[in-house]
């Protein structure tokens, strides 16, 4: 049976470039990077050029910070926390803005600082799920200490006006964060141009290790840390750091965002991306959530009505392709979709969403046959009782 990944926006397979790069650093290069020796400062030249890949991957400016973290999650929480202590504890701002359309790594920090007393609005998404610029005006206010809204939504792929939001935040002074987890090496990411002043990365989503993120701080916009100790990351975040993801993350970036690469994501992997799609649009009753509009690349959420999502997965997964419902860390959680929800979707639809979510390592002849998996699944569903369930044979709640 063939096997085809189609959930590229939970995780990625690493690229073999890069895992022949990370080698060295997981045998024989193994000092400290902190140590003094030869066996330490032998890790550095790598490091180092990881780091510029990075910088560049973002077209940050030499002087600004980029805090390597263990994911998007620590990234987020780094600069939510922070400016909390900073800017809210320590002084006299007691609100944050984001949307109703975040990953939980966002939204769920942002209901603990609520529930420790500060104020968070919750920006609505227009019908396409996208946040319109002109809205944040509206709500930003002297007490505002951070606006944090994502580059590019996990679900539905929506790209956020992104420039637009820097140039408001700009206007009024007000810090501005964004979650770039699923833009990076999908679209073209530049801090500058787009007045950033924080932006999370998470190395996984573009076919670099687990367990690695950064943290992008411009000059100027200091975090009290979340994790004190030792002096490591120039005291931002203590802690030995994982050399060889750190080098394998930077390769990933250069790999990721050159400019042929992001070229490839919107021909080749948009035009199988675009195949998937129609062959499934060609059935009656089915629609992508959002509109096919300003979409990253790769990603498609199609609602196929009377085919519930959980139903569909497990059909799939019996033919050997992965796919999901939405975020991968929701995914035990059969609540019909929030992100569908703010759409103000009925509750069938909410409930009837697959994400396929596709990389540059798919093919022409993986895609052939999830077309035909797919067609083969949703006449199989359709035909069925709406009670039919999805019962997994068994689930490790600890993963
Ligand atoms: N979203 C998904 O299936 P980590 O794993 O911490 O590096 O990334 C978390 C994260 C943060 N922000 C966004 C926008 C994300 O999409 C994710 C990960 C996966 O949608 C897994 S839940």
Not at 169 to 177: A, S, T, Y
Not at 228 to 243: F, L
Not at 354 to 371: G, H, K, P, W
């Amino acid at each position: 049976m063939m096997e085809v990944y189609l959930d590229n926006n939970a995780t990625t397979m690493i690229d073999p470039l890069v895992f022949e790069e990370m080698k060295p650093f997981l045998t024989n290069i193994y000092g400290n990077p902190n140590s003094l020796h030869r066996f330490g400062s032998g890790t550095h030249p790598k490091m180092v050029e990881a780091l510029d890949y990075l910088y560049e991957g973002i077209n940050a400016h030499d002087n600004d910070d980029i805090i390597i973290t263990a994911n998007a999650t620590e990234a987020n929480n780094m600069v939510i926390k922070g400016i909390w202590i900073d800017k809210i504890l320590n002084g006299n701002k007691n609100h944050i803005i984001t949307t109703e359309v975040e990953h939980p790594a966002i939204t769920a920090t942002l209901k603990f600082l609520e529930s420790q007393g500060v104020s968070v609005t919750y920006l609505p998404v227009n019908d396409e799920g996208v946040l319109e610029a002109h809205t944040l005006r509206k709500y930003i206010k002297d007490e505002t200490a951070l606006v944090t809204i994502m580059w590019a939504n996990n679900e539905t792929g929506k790209i956020f006006p992104i420039e637009e939001i820097g140039l408001i935040c700009k206007e009024f002074d007000v810090p501005f964060h964004t979650d770039a987890t699923q833009a990076i090496g999908k679209i073209p990411v530049d801090v500058q141009k787009c007045n950033v002043d924080y932006l999370s990365i998470s190395a996984h989503k573009f076919h670099g290790p687990k367990g690695i993120g950064a943290l992008y701080v411009k000059k100027g916009y200091s975090l009290t840390p979340l994790l004190h100790g030792g002096e490591q990351m120039g005291g931002h975040r203590a802690g030995t750091v994982d050399v060889a993801s750190m080098v394998g993350m930077g390769l990933a970036m250069k790999l990721a965002t050159s400019p042929e690469a992001i070229e490839y994501e919107q021909t080749f992997v948009k035009g199988l991306r675009d195949q998937l799609e129609n062959a499934i649009l060609e059935i009656s009753e089915t629609i992508v959530i959002g509109g096919a509009d300003n979409r990253t690349p790769n990603t498609s959420l199609i609602s196929i009505r009377g085919v519930e999502g959980e139903s569909m997965l497990w059909d799939l997964n019996q033919k050997g392709i992965g796919a999901s419902t939405g975020s991968a860390c929701a995914s035990e959680d059969l609540e019909a979709n929030p992100v569908m929800n703010a759409f103000g979707s009925d509750s069938e639809l909410a409930h009837t969403g697959v994400r396929l979510s596709l990389s540059r390592f798919n093919t022409q002849e993986e895609i052939d046959y999830a077309i035909d998996v797919i067609k083969t699944a949703i006449a199989r569903l359709r035909n069925i009782s709406s009670s039919f369930a999805y019962a997994p044979e068994s689930h490790n709640s600890q993963l």
